[in-house]
Structure formats: structure tokens, C-alpha cells
């Protein structure tokens, strides 16, 4: 994908993970009692704290890292088009854990690891195709955690999404925090993100100003893009814009480009990942014919964000804040 943004923000040394110096507290005891969360609205009971955590994907991977729990992994899957990591606000954690797989987990590569919790997400690792899912791992005993971003709405068989994005990101790192004993770094991380994210909000456009933004991850036939469960919904509207598809409740799913027309976006933001790239789905948009009276192409207002920033990730409030710094612009040229 792209090269991840060396740009995300060292947080603040009362919330800061391993990176950035800070004194944080001591992880829970392993030994101690079993902890019970709710994760995509089912209580889930860990009857111990893990030690040999197996992550799937980037964002999954960096909510560890930024609550400084790489000592309680034992690897991560992540294909190599994430870009080059030796920039991230994380290093340490990515220099720290073992790269399992550059493909997505499998029930191998997991028992392999010793794993005793899989972190991942539906379509973020885990799938009815091939059987990784967390059913399949309670049978070998090895319990999961479903990011939330991606939690099964049941308004169709694949629909996913359950509440505001932002508010999944802070309840994964609540939830993270209690079940490995650092609640107060988890609520720190948390209380700066909505810091980051009121900031924008203040100097965000209102009312009619707000540009109306449409999100482009891939797709020439029908385009891939996000409904109000993804976390594009809220990097937008926090940004200042409205997402065109917020309408559509699911996660991140697939449209009709004549509902993109109808619905004339004055802004588009790419999600720029894999072997297709930004400029390429940059130019694609530009000279696809049903496009060329949509606001956003005529005035060739387009940007781009990667995609860590734009599935739920720790990096989430920094991409709010290009973005709001992108979209004034674009409003006081309105």
C-alpha cells in the first residue's frame, strides 16, 4: 500500500505506549483473574491475561502497539504493500514482534505462534472461507477478540458495523486496556484522541459549507467505498465534510457509480494501498466518462489518506486532522 505516514503523532507522555520515553504502567499480572468484555454485543470471559497475542493487518497490529503491549505478542500477518515501516510512531513494536505471515492468518501459522488470543476482524482476517473464524479457534482453544470496525450487524450476511467508528476505536482500547491491566494508558490514549479530534472539529466548515466527500478504496466496475460504520464516516464528518454513502449501514462495501454521480461529491479521498496505486486510481477517476460532471473531477479535487489511516487504527485522529486541514481549504474556495 502505500508508505505508511511517519507524520502520526507521538502522544503525549502520559499516553504514550513504548515509543516515545514515557514512564506508563505495568501490564496486569498473566496470573491474574479472568476478565469478561463485550465485543460486538456478546460478553466474552478471558480467563487469563494473554501472553502470546496474534494480530491480523496494520490498524489491529498498532492498537497494540500504542497501548505498549508488543511484549504480550507473539506475531502479526500483514501483507508486505503496507509500506515501509521504518518510519512509524510504533518501530519498536514492528522491530520488537515477529512478522508471521505477509499473506493474513491462517489456523497454522497461529498454532505455530502458541497463540493464546487472536486479535482480527471479519474481512480483516477472519473468514467463513477456510474456517478461521473465532468459532473454529474455540474448538482448538485458543480464544479471540473481534475488532470492532468489522462486528456482524446482521442486516445482511456480511453487513458489519455496530456503532459510531470513533466510538469503536474507543471501545476496543477500553476493552483492550481492562483485559491487560492498563486502563489508565488505554483512557489516556483515548482522552488525547478526542483532544486531537475536538481540535479539528472547532475549526471545522458548518451548514452549507461543508464539502460533500466521497471515499474511493477501489473498483472500476462498481466502486468500493464506506458506509457510516467504517471509519471513513467519522474522518470526514469530524474533518468537516459529509460522507456522500452514509446512508448505507454497513462498514466498508460496495455501490453503484450513478448513485456516486446523483450524489455529486465536491471532494474525493483515496484510500491508497496495494498494487493499484493513488495516482493510478487517480487517473482512473479523472477520465472515467460517467465522472466528468461530477464536482469533485471537474475541479480535480482529490486527496489522499492511506490506509491505516482509514481503517480503524490509532492513527485515525491524525488523518482527521489533514483531512479538516484539506477541506477548509476547499470550502473557502466554495
Not at 36 to 63: A, Q, S
Not at 110 to 119: G, N, S
Not at 150 to 166: D, W
Not at 266 to 283: F, L, M, N, S
Request: glycine residues 8%; aromatic residues 8%.
Amino acid at each position: 500500500m502505500r508508505k505508511l505516514l511517519a507524520t502520526a503523532l507521538c502522544l503525549a507522555a502520559t499516553v504514550t505506549a513504548t515509543g516515545c520515553g514515557a514512564t506508563v504502567e505495568k501490564p496486569a499480572d498473566t496470573k491474574s483473574s479472568a476478565v469478561t468484555l463485550t465485543n460486538c454485543g456478546r460478553e466474552v470471559t478471558y480467563d487469563k491475561v494473554p501472553e502470546r497475542v496474534v494480530t491480523n493487518d496494520v490498524g489491529i497490529t498498532e492498537l497494540m502497539f500504542a497501548l505498549g503491549l508488543e511484549d504480550r505478542m507473539a506475531g502479526f500477518a500483514m501483507p508486505d504493500d503496507k509500506g515501509d515501516l521504518t518510519g512509524v510512531p510504533w518501530k519498536r513494536g514492528y522491530e520488537k514482534v515477529k512478522w508471521l505471515s505477509k499473506d493474513q492468518l491462517t489456523k497454522e501459522n497461529v498454532l505455530d505462534a502458541r497463540a493464546d488470543l487472536v486479535f482480527a476482524g471479519w474481512n480483516y482476517g477472519f473468514r467463513e472461507e477456510g474456517g478461521f473464524t473465532p468459532e473454529a479457534l474455540k474448538k482448538l482453544g485458543i480464544p479471540s477478540y473481534v475488532l470492532t470496525e468489522s462486528c456482524r450487524n446482521g442486516r445482511t450476511e456480511s453487513s458489519r458495523g455496530i456503532m459510531a467508528p470513533l466510538d469503536a476505536l474507543y471501545a476496543d482500547l477500553t476493552n483492550l486496556g481492562k483485559l491487560f491491566g492498563v486502563e489508565k494508558r488505554a483512557a489516556a490514549l483515548i482522552a488525547d484522541f478526542k483532544k486531537q479530534v475536538a481540535q479539528v472539529r472547532a475549526k471545522a466548515p458548518t451548514g452549507a459549507g461543508r464539502p460533500k466527500v466521497f471515499l474511493y478504496d477501489s473498483g472500476q466496475d462498481q466502486p468500493f467505498t464506506s458506509g457510516r460504520f467504517a471509519a471513513p464516516e467519522q474522518i470526514i464528518s469530524e474533518a468537516g465534510g459529509t460522507n456522500v454513502m452514509r446512508d448505507v449501514a454497513d462498514s466498508w462495501t460496495t455501490v453503484g457509480w450513478e448513485t456516486v454521480v446523483e450524489r455529486d461529491p465536491d471532494v474525493i479521498v483515496i484510500c491508497d494501498y496495494g498494487d493499484v496505486r493513488a495516482e493510478q486510481k487517480k487517473k482512473f477517476l479523472l477520465s472515467y466518462g460517467p465522472l466528468r460532471n461530477v464536482s469533485a473531477v471537474r475541479h480535480k479535487r482529490i486527496f489522499v489518506l492511506d490506509y491505516v489511516d482509514l481503517v480503524e487504527s490509532p492513527r485515525n485522529p491524525s488523518a482527521i486532522a489533514r483531512l479538516g486541514t484539506y477541506l477548509r481549504t476547499v470550502a473557502g474556495r466554495s
